[in-house]
């Protein structure tokens, strides 16, 4: 367990902020000590990024007061100052140049300068060292865009040492990683915490927060609602705090019939063609039936996402046969193809690959759908899209003030909700799900995993990729192993144990 | 409404009544009804091109070469009556149809370059404006053709109504722009495209072909303004549309849209258009030396921009 100083590092008094119509943090109080991992928890719109927002610097709150060693900080510090300062923001969206070499994205801005030249054997010591301090194997002279998302947040953390940071402020850090990387990352962690340097850590993932934290605070709809040790609280009781009532992450078993095969793959392989694409697919042979909900999973780079977008027709394979309810079909060449077959698939990257930020809801939702939505097969007609955003408002639960407002100012949550509607309006016969609850809060992903198993009763093949394994374990009736490039092993859903899956995904066979 | 949400929205009106009150109480000509005509007229020919544009804007790529485009399109046109004796009956018919043809020409290079080559659109058409331009130069040995008969020439200089037939053509165009873009799977497919195009591809849309399209429908309407041009100055001239890329531009950034796509409208590009036609019309009657107009014009589309950003930034904060 950390030192426990009675001094706070960093104290946040009466923060309130607002925003037209919504206000965002209301008297909120943090107490961050001195060498301490600090879990700061709540549902998505519970006030966390605008607090981190305002202890990185980039607003200004409304009222309250930060102290830093207990002096008072002002407020109109710029993100620059906090950094020097000693207090540095990891974001969610690292902030990293990738054409630039991992030592210079560390020092950029402040490079050593030797006669007003950048001096690169002093620039790539300092990196190497501060580097292999984190215990990172890694050249400093190696791009940034070469290394995978686990890397590239090494590179971060190892960014803000050169700030000499006493403060280290993690926006949901392990979102985009697999079990290994969560694990090294989760090691530097403890070690910064040796070094008595504290640590902010945002994370829907409560196993982490047993896992890495000391201390918690618990924000809801703006408001703080509690604080405490960690070791004195269950995973169930942080849930509690944060959504204010119980929810049971158990298994909701399906009852029903085995359907008829809705697709089948044989044979599928690729060519690791691009840096966006380090894996190769070999063989991969698979099936799913008509209302089964099959899961996928495996750790990153596995290959679970380029069978997925193979098989939508976003990218090329170099051999596999498809079968769609026992016919066969070409691989779709093409996603509008895919979709004419009746596959559709929801994209790993929310707000990268599936969102028009600057559009509105309704725009966002109906595009692909607006053939069904159109007067004399030319003009969109406003009243029913109207009736056509209303009906999948309803369905699927959004929470919006108006389908007018543009979808980069929902939460993440009802965004996915509202991609989800666009495809399901599609009528696929197979639904691919790729990461369909990533930085998602805890309500909203509930209502997701009710929607998916909805879907399926309504006799659609879903096929769902998850990076949480509690997820999969709960949605699916059969699981699919991914383990570089190949599918070693498929388990029943039912008798599926977490460690099982685990140990396939990691090592390739049964614990 | 909030000032700044006001300033956002009808900012550019709001600069275009004002330059046109404040123009009107210098000089009493201004106003009269036989400049506002001329004004329209001049604008017409920049704004049909400029409807176009505003389409690959949206779309998140630029066309440079239209000025040259349309040069090489009311030159080929005029060429081929020429080539035919001046025989075709009508002739304007004979030239509408070569020119609006080669400017879908020009327009579907530039598109299948841009996506099958992927060279980005800026490149493209650099490399558009330089070729067409020398195209143009090599059709008649850089010489102008002129003496088009009267059918020709009416559809530059005569009226409908009272109204010059280039403003009812640009009437025309941009209500078919605005009602495409704004009730139209197209229209929706095409912001689509600018503003994510990966998830454009990712649902579906065909961005290759919607790519492709944005390039032949400004070709297309390059080429009909071409013709316009060379039926209102009786000749085509191996210069005609030098510059044009610019204004045309100018009109569809000052009227609200982004570089980067996604956002804009016909109705913007409209009023954008308007304002450069009123700016060096207004100027010309004030005396003003012609050099200078090209400083004003130039500091004015960096203002609207500047001022847009600044209103956009007050509205999200």
């Not at chain 1, 069978?307 to 939508?312: D, E, M, P, T």
């Not at chain 1, 509607?421 to 696929?428: I, N, V």
């Not at chain 1, 192993?481 to 990691?506: C, K, N, P």
Request: aromatic letters at 6%; a positive charge; hydrophobic letters at 45%.
């Amino acid at each position: 367990m950390a030192d426990e100083t009675l001094i706070p590092l960093l104290e946040a008094r009466g923060i309130s902020k607002s925003f037209p119509g919504v206000r965002a943090l209301d008297n909120v109080s943090l107490h961050v000590r001195r060498g301490e991992v600090h879990a700061l928890l709540g549902e998505n719109g519970a006030g966390k990024s605008t607090l981190l927002k305002i202890l990185s610097g980039a607003q200004s709150p409304d009222a309250g007061q930060l102290f830093l060693h207990g002096l008072p900080l002002g407020h109109s510090q710029s993100p620059l100052e906090r950094q020097r300062a000693g207090i540095v923001t990891i974001y969610q969206e690292f902030n990293l140049l990738p054409e630039m070499s991992v030592a210079e994205n560390m020092y950029v801005g402040r490079e050593p300068l030797r006669f007003g030249l950048i001096d690169w054997s002093a620039l790539h010591e300092q990196s190497s060292r501060i580097l292999s301090m984190l215990g990172l194997r890694m050249d400093p002279r190696v791009a940034v865009r070469t290394l995978t998302v686990g890397e590239q947040q090494m590179v971060e953390i190892a960014r803000a040492m050169t700030f000499d940071a006493q403060l280290i402020i993690m926006d949901e850090p392990t979102a985009a990683l697999s079990g290994r990387e969560v694990e090294s990352l989760h090691r530097i962690v403890r070690d910064l915490r040796q070094r008595g340097i504290s640590v902010i850590y945002v994370t829907h993932r409560l196993n982490e927060v047993s896992a890495v934290c000391d201390r918690f605070t618990v924000l809801r709809d703006g408001q703080f609602v509690a604080d405490g040790r960690v070791c004195d609280h269950s995973a169930a009781d942080l849930v509690r705090l944060m959504v204010g009532r119980h929810v049971e992450l158990l298994r909701h078993r399906r009852h029903r019939a085995p359907c008829e095969e809705a697709l089948r793959v044989e044979g599928v392989s690729s060519q690791p063609a691009s840096r966006t694409r380090a894996t190769s697919l070999k063989d991969i042979c698979m099936n799913v039936r008509a209302g089964e909900i099959l899961g996928l999973a495996g750790l990153m780079g596995a290959g679970r996402t380029d069978f997925a977008r193979i098989l939508f027709g976003a990218e090329r394979c170099s051999a596999g046969e498809l079968w769609l309810k026992r016919d066969r079909v070409q691989m779709p060449r093409s996603p509008s193809e895919a979709i004419r077959q009746g596959i559709t698939l929801l994209p790993e990257h929310r707000k990268r690959d599936g969102c028009f930020l600057q559009q509105s809801i309704r725009q966002n939702m109906s595009l692909p759908n607006l053939k069904q939505l159109t007067r004399w097969k030319l003009f969109v007609s406003e009243r029913r899209e109207t009736q056509f955003v209303q009906k999948y408002k309803a369905a699927l639960g959004i929470s919006m003030a108006s389908d007018r407002t543009p979808i980069g100012l929902l939460s993440g949550g009802n965004q996915q909700k509202v991609l989800l509607a666009r495809c399901l309006a599609l009528a696929p016969q197979v639904l691919i799900l790729d990461e369909p609850t990533r930085g998602i809060d805890v309500g909203a992903k509930s209502d997701v995993h009710e929607l998916i198993r909805q879907t399926a009763d309504t006799g659609v093949a879903v096929i769902v990729i998850s990076s949480e394994l509690l997820e999969l374990l709960a949605i699916s009736d059969r699981i699919g192993v991914f383990r570089e490039g190949q599918l070693v092993a498929e388990v029943d859903g039912e008798s599926a144990t977490e460690q099982g899956v685990m140990s396939l995904m990691a090592v390739g066979t049964a614990a | 409404m909030k000032v700044s949400t006001l300033v956002h929205r009808y900012g550019t009106a709001l600069v275009l009544v004002a330059l046109a009150v404040a123009f009107g109480s210098q000089n009493s000509r201004f106003l009269s009804l036989r400049n506002l005509s001329s004004i329209l007229t001049d604008v017409s020919i920049c704004g049909i091109v400029a409807v176009g544009m505003t389409f690959v804007i949206i779309s998140a790529g630029v066309d440079l070469a239209v000025g040259s485009v349309l040069g090489f399109a009311a030159m080929s046109a005029a060429w081929m009556i020429k080539l035919s004796g001046w025989d075709p009956h009508p002739a304007w018919m004979f030239a509408l149809l070569t020119a609006v043809g080669i400017g879908a020409m020009a327009g579907y290079v530039h598109g299948k370059v841009t996506t099958l080559l992927r060279v980005p659109p800026f490149i493209t058409t650099l490399g558009g404006l330089s070729a067409w331009r020398g195209a143009t130069l090599l059709v008649n040995h850089g010489g102008p053709i002129h003496d088009f008969d009267a059918g020709y020439r009416w559809w530059g200089t005569g009226s409908i109504a009272g109204v010059p037939v280039p403003v009812v053509i640009f009437a025309i165009v941009a209500s078919l722009g605005w009602v495409v873009q704004k009730y139209t799977r197209y229209g929706r497919h095409i912001y689509a495209l600018g503003g994510n195009i990966e998830a454009a591809r990712l649902s579906g849309l065909n961005v290759r072909a919607l790519t492709t399209s944005v390039y032949v429908l400004v070709g297309t309407l390059a080429g009909l303004a071409g013709f316009l041009l060379s039926a209102r100055l009786g000749s085509s001239e191996a210069t005609a549309g030098t510059g044009y890329e610019l204004r045309v531009i100018a009109s569809v950034v000052i009227g609200g849209a982004s570089l980067s796509g996604g956002t804009g409208g016909v109705g913007g590009t409209i009023i954008g258009a308007l304002l450069i036609g009123v700016l060096s019309n207004g100027l010309v009657m004030m005396g003003v030396n012609s050099y200078y107009q090209e400083i004003v014009i130039g500091l004015i589309i960096v203002l609207a921009v500047a001022l847009d950003s600044f209103a956009k930034g007050r509205a999200q904060s």
